[in-house]
């Protein structure tokens, strides 16, 4: 009732997306109340055999995804870098992909997607300003990424949603040593422009 109830977007910046999704976590709570429910009837009901095996792969499917889930973050998170370097490494420039981002991890809670679209390079904040959802894992297109958990758009050289539309995400500087890229791990006030960073199409792919 406190998920349903809170689902609504008034809910979201009312209460700011920080609380909001503490309290949406509620729903593995939910889940695991749902499931031990669910087991205890079943145990009192030996004879549907079926329903019990359709209940045990579905649950067990769940969980293996979100272990999985938690393995693959855990394996390629990058180490946070320490609190003194202002720059911060992204990756080469071998590594961008034309229209795609790579992700940058600032601390434990700040991410940064760095996206190459037409040969130059932006950077916004990677958490959309409606869920925090991951805006670094779609592609640009005509300069727009859309985040893929409902759809809101941002300009990647702004960080700013096309009119009408007012969200806005921080953007950040970047810049190039040798065959790096590099993060200012300061972020620029939601809605700043940044120059987009010529990179030279010999060193993406
Ligand atoms: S989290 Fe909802 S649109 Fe991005």
């Known amino acids: 009732m406190i998920l349903a109830t809170t689902s609504h977007d008034f809910w979201l910046k009312f209460l700011t997306p920080r609380i909001w999704k503490r309290i949406h976590y509620l729903i593995y709570t939910a889940y695991i109340s749902v499931v031990a429910h669910v087991s205890f009837g079943i145990l009192q009901d030996q004879q549907n055999h079926t329903f019990t095996i359709i209940f045990i792969v579905a649950a067990s499917v769940v969980a293996i995804l979100h272990v999985m889930a938690a393995l693959h973050e855990r394996k390629h998170g990058d180490p946070f870098p320490s609190q003194s370097d202002d720059w911060v490494k992204a990756c080469e420039t071998s590594e961008m992909k ?108």
């Open 98 to 205: 034309e229209g795609f981002a790579k992700i940058v991890q600032l601390t434990q809670k700040e991410r940064v997607a760095v996206f190459l679209h037409e040969g130059k390079l932006s950077a916004i904040s990677n958490a959309c300003a409606h869920q925090n959802g991951p805006l670094g894992e779609e592609k640009i297109i005509r300069c727009l990424v859309t985040c893929p958990w409902h759809g809101f758009q941002y300009d990647v050289t702004n960080g700013s949603s096309p009119a009408p539309f007012t969200e806005k995400v921080p953007t950040y500087n970047l810049k190039i040593e040798g065959t790096l890229i590099l993060v200012n791990r300061q972020a620029n006030t939601p809605g700043t422009f940044v120059e987009p960073l010529v990179l030279n199409s010999m060193e993406a792919v």
